[in-house]
C-alpha cells in the first residue's frame, strides 16, 4: 500500500515536471502609476514583459481588465496561448490577505476596500490567481533572487509616493495578524507631526521621508534665490541636487534621511535584524541610503545593522510576484490533478 | 526494527515521566534590586520561594553565591536534597544568548558583558542550568499561564526602572540575530531625545517612560505650592498621585503615557500583532496602562490592539524562569539517559 502510493505519487510528480518545463506563469505589479506585467517560464526565466500607466485608474474592475489585456498582448507576442500559461499573481498597493485573496485596503492614492482581486482574476483569465502586498513580494524577490538573497532575518523597505516595509523572519514572510505587518509610513519618530492622521493621506513619517514627503518639504523650503531647480520638483531630483551640493536641497535630504534612519533604528530595535535593504523609486536613491547610513551609525548601536540598496531594483515586486505565480502553479496543479 | 525502536522509545518515555514526576526544579529572576527564588516540582506548582536584595551587587559571581545559597535554603525547608533538583532556569536582566548560557550585555545598573551564566548555575549546583533575558521569560509567562495564554503573536512589555519587550511570533519568542529584539528602552518617538544614548545611562524612551524617567520628569516639574509629595517620590507614587487628580503628576502621566503610547504605535506598526500585555513595577499602574490606551484610540487604527495588565504581575518573570527550567530537565533528561 505504502509502496503503491509512493509510485503514485512518483508518476504525479512526474506529470507535475512535465507540465511545470512546458507551462508559463503571469507576474504582476499593481502600482499607483503603471502596471507591470512579465511573462516567464517556470524556472521564472523573463520572456516578455509590458507596462501601461494606471495614473488616474482607482477601479479595480479596469485594473483587472488592463492586466487581463497585457496578457493578451504578452502572449500573442510569444506566439504562445493562454492555456499554457499556469498562473497569475499579482502585487497590489495596499494591506491584501493573500489567504482569501483579498486587496483589504490600498492607500490614499487608489482607495480599495476589499477587493477580491484573486476571483477577478481568475475569472477574468481563467487560471489560478494568487495575491499579496507589493512591497512583501518585493521582499520576497530580495530574499530569492536580491540583495538578500539566502538572509533569514531582513527588512525590505520600500520607498516610493509613500513607504512601507516587507518583513522576512526566519526565512518567511512575516505578515502579522491583520497581514499589516511592515505598514511603517505611519510611524512616530523625532521630527514628525504627532496628528492622527486623516484617512487617504500620507502617514507622519510618509510626510518627512517619502517622495511625497521630500516633494512637500522643498516646496516649503523653495526660494528661488538658493536654487535653479523647480518648485515642483520630484524626491530623486531633489536628492541629486543635495548630491550637486545645493544646501537647501541637502536640508531635505538630510530630514528625510534623518526620519528614515530613525525609522529603521526603531524597526531594529524591536526585530534585531542585521540587514535593510533599500527600494522603491525613491529609496534606490545613493545619497538617501548613504546620509541614512550616516546618521544610524552615530546610535551607537553594538553590532550596527547593514543598509544597502536592493539589487533588483524596479523589478524587486515583479520578481516577487514571478515566484509567487511559480508557487501557486506547482501547488494548485498537485492539488487539482486527479 | 522499528517495533522495537518504538518500544525502546516507550520505556524511555515512562523511565523520564517517573523521573519527572519525582523531581524539582529551580526557577530563578534575577533583577537590578532583587533576586527571587522558586522551587517548583516539574508540573509548575510552586513549592517554596525566596527573595534577597541585590542592590548594590554588580558581581556575577557574587549573584551565583546568592542564588547557591538559597537554593541549600529552599530545599533545606521542604527536606528535599540536591540530587531531587533537575535542572535551573534563570531570567536576567540584559542581553542573553540562551543558546551559548552568555549574558551578552546588561543595562547599565548592573553592567555585566559575556557572564557565562549557564556555566557558573551548572558548576555551583551541579545540576543542567538555563538562562534567558528576564523580559523574554515573562513573556514566556504570559503565553504559558497569564494573561496571553494562547496568544500565538503578542508583546509583552516591562517597565520597572528601565523598559524592554519579550516578543512571542508564531507561538514562539523572536529573538533577533543578536539575542536583543525587543531592546525598546532606546526607541525614538516624538518627545524623546535625539541625542545618541551614552553607554551606562537610559535609552531614550526610559528617560520620559521608565520608571527613572517618571522620576526624573517629576523631579525637573516638582514646585512644593503644587503638590503634597514628596520630590524623591517614586513612579507609581506619581502615578497614584495623578490618579487622585493632582495637575502637576497627572503632567507627568500623562507625557510617560504617551511616549508609551507611541511606542506601541510603532511596535504594532512594525509587527501587526493583537495584543500588548504591559507588566514590570510601572507598567502595572493602571493609571499608565489606561492613559496610554487612550492616547492610542485616538491613532485610528483600523483593528485597535488591546493593550491588558500582565495576570501575572510580578511573578511573571519567574514563571516564565520555572516553564524553561522543566523544558531543560525534559530535553537534559532525555538527552543524557543511555
Known sequence: MAQQKSNGHKRLQDESLKAEQSGYIIGADIGGTSLRLALADLSGNILARSSTSTVGIRDAALI????????????REQALRLDSVRAIAAGAPGITDPAEGVVIATSYLMGWRN?????????ALGVPAAVDNDVNLAALGESLAGAAK???????????????????LNGHLFRGNGWSAGEIGYMLVPGTSEQPTERHKPGALEEVAGGEGAKAQWRSR??????????????????????????LA????????????????NIWLVLNCDLFVLGGSVGLHPALRD??????????????????????????????????AIETAKTRFLVTTP
Open 250 to 265: 541637502q536640508e531635505v535630504l538630510e530630514l528625510s534621511a534623518r526620519t528614515l534612519a530613525y525609522a529603521i533604528y
Open 64 to 75: 483587472v481588465s488592463l492586466i487581463s489585456d497585457g496578457v493578451e498582448s504578452l502572449l
Open 291 to 324: 546620509a541614512a547610513h550616516r546618521i544610524l551609525a552615530t546610535r551607537r548601536i553594538r553590532v550596527e545593522p547593514r543598509v544597502i540598496s536592493s539589487s533588483l531594483g524596479p523589478d524587486a515586486q515583479l520578481m516577487g510576484a514571478i515566484f509567487l
Open 150 to 168: 539566502g538572509v533569514d532575518n531582513f527588512v525590505f523597505i520600500a520607498i516610493g509616493t509613500g513607504i512601507g516595509a516587507g518583513i522576512i
Open 115 to 123: 477587493v477580491p482581486l484573486r476571483a477577478l482574476l481568475e475569472e
Open 222 to 247: 523653495w526660494d528661488q534665490s538658493r536654487t535653479s531647480l523647480s518648485k515642483d520638483a520630484i524626491a530623486s531630483e531633489i536628492f541629486d541636487h543635495a548630491a550637486d551640493g545645493n544646501p
